[in-house]
Nanobody, 115 residues
Framework: QVQLVESGGGLVQAGGSLILSCAAS????????MGWYRQAPGKQRELVAS???????NYADSVKGRITISRDNAKNTVYLRMNSLKPEDTAIYYC?????????WGQGTQVTVSS
């Protein structure tokens, strides 16, 4: 069973930066895309950023210009670099590895941005 382990969350002041990491416990066959989602209290889970295996990226409008997704294939790891953080970025962040037939999810990491 593949596990996704996230790290890098925490408490940061508005305007600050964080880097989230998500490492898969082993290589995953037939990955189509990797991404980060977030869920704030009382809200639905939403896509933050995603990257296909060809390198195409997609970002939520609310994070464009502030957040960057990247990956290290050799380490089976996807990253989310977050700059100029805002209080509205406060949420639990989940990583996702998507194959043709299955979605793998991390356990979530809390990001809290204080004003």
């Amino acid at each position: 069973q593949v596990q996704l382990v996230e790290s890098g969350g925490g408490l940061v002041q508005a305007g600050g930066s964080l880097i989230l990491s998500c490492a898969a416990s082993r290589s995953i066959f037939s990955i189509r895309a990797m991404g980060w989602y977030r869920q704030a209290p009382g809200k639905q889970r939403e896509l933050v950023a995603s990257m296909t295996t060809s390198g195409s990226t997609n970002y939520a409008d609310s994070v464009k210009g502030r957040i960057t997704i990247s990956r290290d294939n050799a380490k089976n790891t996807v990253y989310l670099r977050m700059n100029s953080l805002k209080p509205e970025d406060t949420a639990i962040y989940y990583c996702n590895f998507r194959t043709l037939s299955y979605d793998y999810w991390g356990q979530g990491t809390q990001v809290t941005v204080s004003s």
